[in-house]
């Protein structure tokens, strides 16, 4: 793995903070969608959900002027939204990590990396983002006051090749 993937990989904080350090003004959030659906079966697994139970699903795009740099997808329990943390299901474009990263207690309690190579993505997707290469990611398990969600994120390589430019 290279080290600045690593480096990305590994970050402890806020990926926003990161991200609107490493590149200042032009640094946006896309909502590519927001519905209640049913997790995938790992995801539910993770995150002690029944299968069949919905949770709210958040797919977006960090930009920096437009140019992708991470797809994310967080997968937020009913549960997890009550009292205090309601704002999550209402952030638009607003980076969740803003909103959750601002939470006293907040944990990491479980963090997971995948490689993805160009031929896992779908077609589509792969042609929107230029995806022609491998792509790291990370799934990560948060939990603030005794709830839980999972926040997953892929590295494009534009974030890679911007970063070291920067």
């Known amino acids: 793995m290279p080290n600045a993937v690593r480096s990305w990989l590994d970050e402890s904080g806020s990926l926003t903070a990161r991200l609107k350090h ?4 032009g640094f946006g959030v896309r909502l590519i969608g927001q519905c209640w659906a049913r997790p995938y079966v790992d995801e539910a697994a993770l995150l002690g959900l029944q299968t069949r139970r919905r ?10 002027r437009g140019q ?3 797809l994310a997808r967080s997968v937020i329990p009913p549960r997890t939204l009550r009292g205090i943390h309601c704002g999550m299901a209402h952030l638009g474009e607003r980076p ?3 909103l959750l990263f ?3 207690g907040l944990q990491r309690s479980h963090l997971e990396v995948a490689r993805a190579i160009h031929t896992h993505w779908k077609p589509p997707v792969a042609r929107e ?3 022609n290469s491998t792509v790291w990611g990370r799934r990560s398990l948060y939990q603030v006051d005794q709830v839980s969600l999972t926040v ?15």
């Open 102 to 104: 601002a939470y006293r």
């Open 152 to 166: 997953c994120e892929f590295f494009l390589p534009s974030v890679l090749m911007l970063s070291d430019s920067e």
């Open 129 to 131: 983002f230029s995806i």
């Open 55 to 64: 949770a709210l699903v958040r797919e977006v795009l960090l930009h920096w």
């Open 22 to 25: 490493a590149f200042g003004q």
């Open 68 to 70: 992708p740099l991470v």
């Open 96 to 98: 969740l990590g803003e």
